[in-house]
């Protein structure tokens, strides 16, 4: 097999005929104003070797990625009880669907869909003003990365904070079935505030503990139980991309996470973490090109979870 560097290489100049295919998410207009022909791969494996190609240290918004790392906090904080607020199955549906949340009285179908991610920042509210929730979750995600200089783009939290109209639909919704605690504009603040992250290769790098059953292997924390981590990973793998879930792991094998900015942070388990960013959008809100690059690498690599 051709060693790592080569085949992130390989797959960056094999696709950059296509770059800047897909749509931009113009309901944020923030990322609406991304120049569409950026791609960026980085590849991190578990003994700490780093494969980068294109615009890997080019920060984007991560958007909806965030939501395993808020997961993991919640996780931490609550436990198992947190599967009392939201589900833990497919959707089925778009990420911000309200017709699936009402015929569930309220009750999100998982964390990764937009009703579940803002069941999960009312979780993360629990004895916090917003402030200092926001600020635990832009810590831990420095933590995982090993990188202080990360931060929250404030223009793309205004921008989406502006329009983020059905998100708000959502929460108020939920808060008339009584399943979010806390006032839905602070609920939101989090949930706005969290997609805001910008992140580089650093996105690679912070999914390492997921790569290595739990542990960040390259400083030796324990971030989660090995358990925890294999079932964040099985979450990422069935429900990660939204109604494109299944698509995504037909093709590619790897548990993912997708944002509307254009990433996608995909583990191949006990091998590697790896982050892609493509801003074009497939039909399903996923990264046209960087779904492809991601079922490129799985392929070229052996790295599929369901075999070679």
């Known amino acids: 097999m051709p060693d790592l560097q080569t085949i992130v290489a390989d797959i960056h100049r094999e696709l950059s005929p296509r770059f800047g295919e897909g749509r931009l998410p113009d309901y944020i207009p923030q990322l ?3 120049a569409p022909d950026r791609f960026g791969l980085a590849v991190v494996t578990v003994d700490g070797a780093v494969h980068l190609a294109g615009d890997a240290d080019a920060a984007f918004s991560i958007q909806s990625i965030s939501k395993v790392f808020t997961l993991t906090i919640a996780l931490g904080k609550h436990g198992d009880a947190i ?7 497919p959707s089925g549906s778009a990420f911000n ?6 015929r569930e009285e309220g009750i999100p179908r998982n964390p990764f869909i937009n009703a579940g991610a803002i069941a999960i920042s009312d979780l993360l509210l629990a004895g916090h003003p917003p402030k200092e929730a926001i600020g635990e979750i832009l810590r831990f995600v ?4 090993d990188e202080e200089e990360i931060v929250i ?14 998100n708000a639909a959502l929460a108020n919704f939920m808060r008339s079935f009584d399943r979010l605690i806390h006032p839905v504009e602070h609920v939101l603040g989090v949930y706005f505030h969290q997609c805001a992250i910008a992140m580089s290769r650093q996105l690679a790098r912070a999914g390492l503990y997921l790569a290595a059953g739990g542990t960040n292997p390259l400083t030796g924390h324990r971030v989660v139980s090995p358990q925890r981590a294999r079932r964040i990973n099985a979450l990422m793998l069935t429900c990660g991309h939204y109604d494109g879930s299944g698509d995504f792991a037909y093709h590619v ?4 996470k997708s944002g509307v900015g254009g990433g996608i942070l995909a583990i191949a388990p006990g091998k590697a973490s790896i982050a892609v960013w493509s ?5 399903v809100g996923n990264s046209a090109l960087g779904t492809i690059a991601l079922e490129m690498l799985a392929a070229r690599t052996g790295w599929s979870v369901f075999g070679a």
């Open 142 to 145: 420095r933590y995982l990365a």
């Open 153 to 166: 783009d404030g223009e793309v939290a205004r921008s989406e904070a502006a329009t983020g109209y059905r």
């Open 32 to 34: 609406a104003r991304v």
């Open 279 to 283: 801003p074009g959008l497939n039909d």
């Open 97 to 102: 669907s309200i017709v699936q949340l009402e």
């Open 253 to 256: 094998g790897l548990p993912g």
């Open 83 to 89: 599967w009392k607020r939201v589900g833990r199955e």
